[in-house]
């Protein structure tokens, strides 16, 4: 699952066996889930 | 039955539906408001989406955008032959929105497949998007029955009063009435208080008037066989098109039990 520092804008993988919910490029402890590329069907109702 | 037009525009009405029963005056406002189907927007395929609300919210917003039906075109899918209900052109429209920041996303902005096809008002906001954020979606839009859900509910303010019959016998011209009247419709001539033709229909039946008049000179009933109607439409049919298919829902209902009673 990919995810996005939102301090340095690089791209992140998670890793928590060791450094847990960390950006491993500036230490920055928010990053946010990157919405996939895929077509997403919604429901309207 | 007998119907006498007070007001019509092309989203309301106003009418006098008279010699008829209660039954089929409730059946014609059930009708107009679960019976006729509209076009409303079933389901949205999501390309991009980064603005502030999220993908089931925005998808609500839109299905309840009212879009411009056209009856003789579409069907219901549900009833549709030509595919099954599984989707075709001959039930379901494409709606396609591509739009980036900043500025406000509203319904006009919605590209149809159909150009007979169009939200009925063009200036419905649908998000606003900050600098930087984008919206791409298609929107697929069906014909459905206001039973179903609301985004398909074609009359929105369908209602019905009895009309007033309103007698004034023997009045003194005390004036009590006129002023406890809150429509204000009583006015005084010499021989005491006259209410007009066209102001009857005003009255809404509250009987201020008969209780404070202390020589019970007015009476104020109702004609149990005649009613006010009053009908609005979302914009998917104009107000005269969507009684005439109310009332053909109702016809065709009919029709459909002869024909099961012609088989007995």
């Keep these: 699952m990919g995810y996005k520092c939102t ?39 | 039955m007998e119907v006498d037009i007070l007001e019509l525009s092309d989203r ?17 406002r059930r009708a107009m408001i679960a019976d006729v189907p509209t ?22 917003r839109l299905s309840l955008i009212p879009i411009v039906t056209d009856a003789e075109t579409y069907v219901p899918q549900a ?14 429209v494409s709606l396609t929105l591509s739009a980036e920041g900043p500025g406000t996303v509203y319904s006009r902005d919605l590209i149809s497949s159909d ?4 939200p009925a008002d063009p200036t419905i906001p649908i998000v606003e998007l900050k ?28 209602g019905y ?25 009583i006015r005084f001539e010499e021989s005491g208080a006259k209410v007009s033709e066209e102001d009857i229909l005003k009255c809404s039946l509250c009987r201020l008037c008969e209780q ?3 020589i019970h000179a007015i009476k104020v009933d109702f004609d149990e066989n005649a009613f006010v109607f009053t009908m609005e439409s979302d914009g998917s049919y104009t107000a005269r098109d969507l009684a005439i298919n109310a009332a053909n829902v109702i016809k065709g209902k009919a029709e459909e039990i002869l024909s099961i009673l012609d088989q007995f």
């Design chain 1, 7 to 45: 301090r340095c804008k690089q791209k992140v993988e998670i890793d928590y066996e060791y450094t847990g919910i960390r950006c491993p490029y500036c230490g920055h402890r928010i990053l946010v889930k990157e919405r996939p590329t895929t077509i997403k069907r919604i429901n309207a109702e």
């Design chain 2, 12 to 28: 309301s009405a106003k009418f006098v539906l008279s010699k008829v029963s209660t039954s089929f005056a409730n059946g014609i």
């Design chain 2, 39 to 60: 076009l409303a927007i079933e389901y949205v395929n999501l390309y991009d989406n980064t603005s502030v609300l999220y993908d089931e919210q925005l998808a609500l």
């Design chain 2, 79 to 92: 009833e549709c032959d030509v595919c099954g209900g599984e989707g075709c052109p001959a039930c379901e």
């Design chain 2, 115 to 118: 150009p007979k096809i169009q």
């Design chain 2, 131 to 158: 600098k930087g954020q984008k919206l791409v979606l298609e929107a697929v839009a069906h014909m459905g029955y206001g039973r179903d859900s609301v985004k398909w509910q074609a009359g929105v303010a369908c």
């Design chain 2, 161 to 185: 009063k009895n009309v007033p019959v309103i007698n004034i016998q023997n009045c003194d011209a005390c004036g009590h009435c006129a002023a406890e009247c809150p429509k204000g419709i």
């Design chain 2, 212 to 214: 404070v008049c202390d």
